[in-house]
């Protein structure tokens, strides 16, 4: 997934911490499923020291949460979460646009398309990488503390797409569209009309994402 802005994990925690949130995110974890810390400690051999480091990280991004005598479990998928994720995504990146595109140089504006083409390209396999990778190329002028971040709610926002995610024809339709705009906002640093995409783009989604888990909700209560 590709979560760190720069370089390897500085300690055992912190790379436990990466290798856990990615699978939780991949669904290798389900929602409600344990995690417990010594099988955790045996499959990674590490000690149990960096496992309780690495679970505090991730209650504290709401991946998990510690439940008396069942220990830690994964987090449900529910559309108030949803909301509240997409939201605090909006309102991030509507920061960073008008951080970043003020600042951007011709070599930015450059690495954005490139990013752009990568992700117009990518197999299904690579979408979410590619898609996280085209959002923080529009963001690389408004500071390293920002794209971090946003960088870690576009990798939680990933549990949710892969599981409630638009319909193909919907996202080549919608979704593409407001990418290319995105990328001639930038071209025009055009903030005001990039701040209108993003709302629209991110916070359209996760509202879409919000009905898609309410309706499956309600199917299932009948």
């Not at 951080?99 to 117009?120: G, K």
């Not at 892969?162 to 979704?175: I, N």
Request: glycine share 6%.
């Amino acid at each position: 997934m590709g979560s760190e802005l720069a370089g390897k994990p500085r300690t055992t925690a912190e790379w436990l911490f990466h290798e856990l949130r990615d699978a939780i995110i991949r669904g290798a974890y389900p929602a409600g499923s344990p995690i417990r810390q010594d099988e955790v400690a045996s499959k990674y051999e590490v000690s149990r020291m960096p496992v309780r480091e690495a679970m505090r990280r991730l209650e504290a991004e709401g991946l998990v949460n510690q439940r008396p005598h069942r220990g830690a479990v994964v987090a449900d998928l529910d559309a108030d979460d949803a909301l509240e994720l997409f939201e605090i995504r909006t309102e991030l990146e509507s920061l960073a646009v008008r951080r970043s595109f003020p600042r951007l140089d011709e070599t930015q504006i450059a690495a954005i398309e490139s990013s752009h083409l990568a992700l117009q390209k990518s197999s299904k396999k690579q979408i979410l990488q590619r898609h996280r990778d085209f959002h923080l190329s529009l963001y690389v002028g408004a500071g390293k503390r920002l794209q971090k971040l946003i960088g870690e709610q576009l990798d939680s926002s990933q549990r949710y797409h892969l599981r409630f995610g638009r319909p193909e024809m919907e996202v080549s339709r919608r979704d593409m569209q407001e990418h290319r705009q995105l990328v001639v906002a930038a071209k025009n640093r055009d903030v005001e009309t990039a701040t209108r995409i993003i709302r629209e783009h991110v916070g359209g989604g996760g509202a879409a994402i919000a009905r898609s888990i309410e309706e499956r909700s309600n199917k299932n209560k009948q």
